[in-house]
């Protein structure tokens, strides 16, 4: 049986609100800790906006990365910008922006009916983040780039 050290790293992070949950690893050694709503309300776009109630301050060189999680399947919501990027120089509450999924996305079995819409409540799992460090990109322009076996294809090249 193999076992994995992980390193540890420290990561300040500020209550903004009272409802607001400290984050923590579901099971250990997830990759991404849950976030929790701490408030909610709808937008002026009609989207759906979950304020975690909290800031974090993320080391330089690292990114959080905001995503949906699984149990968002059972939602009739999408996360607006599907990955949410958390630089390490914001200091503002971190929040999930969501929109509802097309009537023709819904799965229910009478679309006309609008009303059982399901979606996230206060104090829900409404999304998880990954803290992970990114580097220093150097881009160098060039006249001609080297072969790869996948060359100029793209969408759907690779088979099915």
Do not use: W
Request: charged share 25%; hydrophobic share 35%.
């Amino acid at each position: 049986m193999m076992t994995f050290h992980f390193n540890t790293m420290k990561v300040k992070i500020k209550k903004l609100h009272e409802f607001a949950v400290v984050p923590k690893y579901a099971i250990d050694g997830d990759a991404c800790f849950d976030l929790h709503a701490a408030t909610y309300h709808i937008d002026e776009m009609g989207n759906h906006v979950y304020g975690t109630g909290l800031a974090f301050e993320i080391p330089e060189g690292y990114v959080g990365l905001l995503f949906p999680r699984s149990s968002n399947s059972n939602k009739d919501l999408i996360l607006m910008n599907s990955v949410g990027i958390i630089d390490s120089g914001f200091r503002g509450e971190v929040s999930f922006k969501y929109r509802m999924k097309g009537l023709h996305d819904l799965n229910r079995k009478n679309a006309n009916d609008i009303t059982i819409l399901r979606t996230y409540s206060v104090s829900d799992r409404i999304g998880q983040m990954m803290i992970i460090p990114y580097p220093k990109i150097e881009f160098e322009e060039v006249n001609e780039l080297s072969e790869s076996k996948r060359g100029h294809g793209g969408y759907g090249s690779t088979g099915k």
